[in-house]
């Protein structure tokens, strides 16, 4: 029998939006703390008042990966928000305009984030786990069901190719062409107002696709078979729900969701940024996962990866997936950039229950291998290169009383060399160092601490790092705002320190805030020592790191050598510190 099988009633010259999918606009914006909130609740804030409101660091670092990804392209959430208001869910005119047929796109930023947030989505459950895969004859005879008259569910389609990376468009009517042959009549937001057809071969039990950005582009031709399980529905009423966040510590939402097992395996997400670059994940037992030698490995038991629907070879030179590491399980990265064929800028991310670390400002050139090492927990990175690369580290994670986000950036490794990050929450210490560096280097540190009712920040430049040193930040002693940060420094890396710094608050006094060292001297002594030329600045002295108690230096106890103050005094059981302040 040849004809109509199912019919919703859309239609895209009337029900889809006449603007084409698209990737980045000048001046666009993609999700916001507004769109996480709606999606996860208010836990998606560290810091809430009514005057600020401050992401969690991992809920940050999520947001702009997310946001990252949708710049090959918007389809996902198109598709879906095209969708509910069809079904009169959602109304247009909340977004500006009657009809969807008549909504702009440029300069309306909030149709723009209500795009972002049906995108997102599909990253997270329980819109993810709620994804039907199967032979393209299974997934065919569900649609056919879900598009006739009073079907209680409506989906989305899915279509990916290894290699090419995933794409969605909305399904609404099926024809029955004869001999085996079936046609989705879909509409494809690369293609506003025109009819087109996803074909299924039920004899075959193969699908095909012709896909490109735009009428004028050349179409590229996607398929698959019962092997591949590439053609996939999404249901809408599990987008309708609050979602499970990947990067709270406890992501279990307010309200139940589908009988979801809320004790599931959770998982640390690894987000990779770079065209063509490719990834291997390693366990301890040199199993692999991810590519290596051109061929796509999967030897690790509960690892997975998935390209996000947008993010294909239409508008990305080559889409990187995003891969699903069972927390607790360790592993090393091998960052690959043997088929780049220039420099390319790269970056890692991790992202896990509380926390996040990434490595961004990677310049990976044709060839280079670089190796990084993820704590399971999220305290510890060893970023390895076989070049030379100054990155840029990032880590945040929660605690009970604030949440700490830390950045440092410009630390130089050489090829070869290792740089270490290694977290201490019970200490309320952050060390870093490097291994295999022979040339001294500096690097900038930044650090803001979100509390429920305040947020604070701490910067200081130019801070150096010799090749053997290990320098540990004692943030957890940190008083706030206008205050210093003790910097403990062990030149030889043995466990002694050797030298005591206060790092100032650059960004409270400016970036010639002088620095502040100290080292043990002959006899039982202490010497403190910063720059002759500030003298605006006069030492002082406490015996805590408090506010009050601070007392200027007697005058006749500082001397000038050379270019530097110094200060001398005698050690004593009692703590002792000290700091620079201006007159």
């Given at each position: 029998m040849t004809g109509l099988l199912a019919d919703s009633g859309f239609r895209p010259s009337v029900n889809g939006f006449q603007f084409e999918n698209y990737g980045t606009i000048p001046g666009g914006v993609n999700l916001t703390g507004d769109e996480l909130q709606r999606m996860f609740g208010d836990r998606v804030f560290a810091?809430?008042?009514?005057?600020?409101?401050?992401?969690?660091?991992?809920?940050?670092?999520?947001?702009?990966?997310?946001?990252?990804?949708?710049?090959?392209?918007?389809?996902?959430?198109?598709?879906?928000?095209?969708?509910?208001?069809?079904?009169?869910?959602?109304?247009?005119?909340?977004?500006?305009?009657?009809?969807?047929?008549?909504?702009?796109?440029?300069?309306n930023t909030l149709l723009q984030r209500e795009i972002a947030y049906w995108w997102a989505t599909q990253s997270v459950d329980p819109t993810r786990s709620s994804e039907v895969s199967g032979t393209p004859t299974e997934v065919l005879d569900r649609l056919i069901e879900a598009l006739k008259p009073g079907a209680k569910e409506s989906y989305t389609v899915g279509v990916s190719m290894e290699g090419k990376g995933g794409h969605a468009v909305t399904p609404y009517a099926v024809e029955d062409k004869g001999g085996g042959g079936v046609e989705v009549l879909v509409y494809d937001n690369n293609h506003p107002s025109k009819e087109r057809r996803l074909i299924v071969d039920r004899n075959k039990n193969t699908w095909q696709f012709s896909l490109s950005t735009n009428p004028a582009e050349p179409e590229s031709l996607w398929a698959g078979d019962a092997n591949t399980r590439s053609l996939s529905l999404v249901p809408s009423s599990p987008r309708l729900q609050m979602q499970i966040a990947p990067f709270l510590e406890d992501a279990s939402p307010s309200v139940g969701l589908m009988g979801l097992n809320q004790s599931a395996q959770r998982f640390n997400e690894i987000w990779v940024e770079g065209n063509g670059v490719k990834i291997l994940i390693t366990d301890p037992q040199g199993k692999r996962y991810g590519y290596e030698g051109g061929k796509f490995y999967r030897e690790i038991a509960g690892v997975n990866h998935r390209t996000p629907r947008g993010a294909n070879e239409l508008w990305k030179d080559s889409p990187s997936p995003t891969y699903f590491v069972p927390v607790g399980l360790a592993f090393t990265l091998t960052l690959d950039g043997s088929v780049v064929d220039r420099m390319t800028d790269t970056s890692v991310t991790m992202i896990g229950p509380g926390y996040e670390l990434s490595v961004d400002d990677i310049h990976l050139d044709p060839n280079q291998k670089d190796t990084m090492v993820f704590s399971p927990d999220g305290k510890s990175l060893s970023y390895k290169t076989s070049s030379n690369e100054s990155p840029e580290i990032s880590l945040g994670f929660e605690t009970t009383g604030a949440d700490y986000d830390f950045t440092v950036k410009g630390v130089d490794v050489e090829a070869g060399a290792t740089l270490h990050i290694k977290l201490d929450k019970a200490k309320g210490t952050l060390a870093i160092s490097t291994t295999g560096n022979k040339q001294d280097g500096t690097y900038a540190l930044s650090m803001g601490r979100l509390e429920k009712d305040s947020a604070q920040y701490f910067d200081h430049d130019e801070i150096e790092l010799l090749p053997n040193d290990i320098a540990t930040l004692d943030y957890g002693k940190w008083q706030g705002d206008r205050t210093s940060i003790t910097l403990l420094l062990d030149h030889n890396s043995d466990g002694t320190v050797d030298e005591t710094i206060l790092l100032t608050d650059e960004d409270k006094l400016g970036p010639a805030a002088p620095r502040l060292s100290a080292q043990t001297g002959a006899g039982g002594t202490i010497i403190v020592t910063w720059a002759a030329s500030e003298a605006d600045f006069v030492l002082e002295a406490n015996s805590t790191l408090s506010p009050a108690g601070w007392a200027v230096v007697p005058a006749n106890q500082v001397a000038t050598q050379g270019a530097n103050k110094v200060f001398t005094d005698i050690i004593s059981a009692s703590p002792r510190f000290y700091r620079l302040r201006k007159n």
């Open positions: 810091t809430d008042t009514a005057t600020e409101k401050v992401l969690t660091p991992a809920a940050q670092k999520w947001m702009e990966v997310t946001s990252n990804e949708m710049n090959g392209g918007h389809c996902e959430g198109m598709v879906v928000l095209s969708r509910l208001i069809h079904s009169k869910q959602l109304d247009a005119a909340k977004f500006g305009a009657p009809s969807i047929n008549a909504l702009n796109l440029d300069g």
